[in-house]
């Protein structure tokens, strides 16, 4: 008896983490598609799309949270799963409005038995060596000197109910940590463990980099969709390259490879192997030749905004970051469209950012 309620336990938990860390992404970014050109409405960007509208929203709920109330994690739970369950509800609810108004949710694509033996075999490729890397990353996961903070305050986050407000070094109440207060991706990670029941250091160590690193890919993919589109027979090529930068990239501490097959579970890594790569993969849809149309041009300016709220989530230093990176593109694409107007947008971008540089100032 004792054996079986043991198994219930395992199976509700194992079904809690597939709804949070899989469906309900997925459903929330269903509710983007609308805004999407049809093209761009495949089952990884939907996928993408809705993890990054999911952690931006709980940035722009948890960081008011933080400030006013220092026992408000279990507000952040109870706020986060209304809204988590809002938005995959009008997800799924707008995917039936698309199937029954153009007949499909996403866009086709052309099978993996239609493609190229050559085609196949490198696909094959790609994805033993993504599974290598996933294997090492869960089996021979290596301590850094951060997880004492970062890990640690997740832990104490979920256990003790506090928000910044807990020292996980010592675990003695301590004033609200202004460094990085206004980063709530630790926060995130606890609340993953306290829906699932599972401990924040296994759920960072174990089970996040096997979604972080293949949602890292997926921007990867969708990305070399767009630079190789007169040439996709040579996709697979290209994201065999980018296994093999990554898997041999750990030529320092602190590059991106290392960051993302060593430390997956902090917001530095987020911040170099999702947040940046977005913003590259946002811009190459919005500008591509054929373009879309203001409606569609207009759900990726709002995802545009999204990253930059998820970027001030992974790291205090990227709301400057984030903010240099997107006036150097904003004055590029300006002189080559000839359109300032497009500076002034990517600067309206940037207001979240703006925004979180003063709150970190001021407090």
Request: aromatic share 12%.
């Amino acid at each position: 008896m004792i054996m079986k309620l043991f198994g219930m336990i395992g199976t509700i938990r194992k079904g809690m983490l597939v709804l949070m860390l899989l469906l309900a992404p997925l459903g929330t970014g269903l509710f983007i598609n609308r805004f999407l050109a049809p093209d761009n409405r495949s089952v990884g960007v939907t996928y993408i799309s809705g993890f990054l509208i999911l952690l931006a929203a709980f940035q722009l709920m948890t960081v008011p949270v933080i400030f006013l109330d220092a026992w408000g994690f279990d507000i952040v739970v109870k706020l986060f799963t209304v809204i988590v369950t809002l938005f995959t509800g009008l997800g799924i609810m707008q995917s039936f409005h698309l199937w029954r108004k153009e007949g499909m949710v996403f866009r086709k694509r052309i099978l993996f038995k239609d493609r190229a033996r050559v085609e196949q075999v490198q696909w094959i490729v790609m994805l033993v060596l993504l599974g290598v890397q996933l294997f090492m990353a869960v089996t021979h996961a290596s301590f850094d000197g951060d997880d004492a903070y970062y890990v640690a305050n997740s832990l104490v986050t979920e256990e003790a109910g506090t928000l910044y407000r807990t020292s996980p070094y010592t675990g003695r109440s301590t004033f609200l940590d202004k460094r990085h207060s206004l980063a709530a991706f630790p926060i995130w990670i606890a609340y993953i463990a306290r829906m699932t029941g599972i401990h924040a250091t296994i759920l960072s160590h174990t089970i996040l980099p096997l979604v972080l690193i293949p949602l890292t890919y997926l921007i990867y993919y969708e990305i070399g969709k767009k630079l190789l589109k007169d040439k996709l027979e040579t996709l697979p090529t290209y994201m065999i390259f980018v296994n093999i930068l990554q898997i041999f990239g750990n030529v320092s501490i602190y590059s991106n490879s290392t960051f993302l097959l060593m430390r997956t579970w902090q917001g530095k890594s987020m911040l170099a192997n999702v947040v940046i790569p977005a913003i590259f993969m946002i811009l190459l849809w919005m500008f591509e030749e054929n373009g879309q149309n203001s409606k569609e041009k207009g759900g990726l300016w709002i995802l545009l905004v999204v990253v930059n709220i998820v970027a001030a989530m992974m790291s205090t230093a990227s709301v400057f970051l984030n903010s240099f990176l997107l006036a150097v593109m904003g004055i590029i694409i300006s002189m080559q469209e000839k359109n300032w107007k497009i500076l002034l947008k990517m600067a309206l971008c940037c207001i979240p950012c703006v925004v979180y540089a003063v709150l970190y100032m001021a407090f």
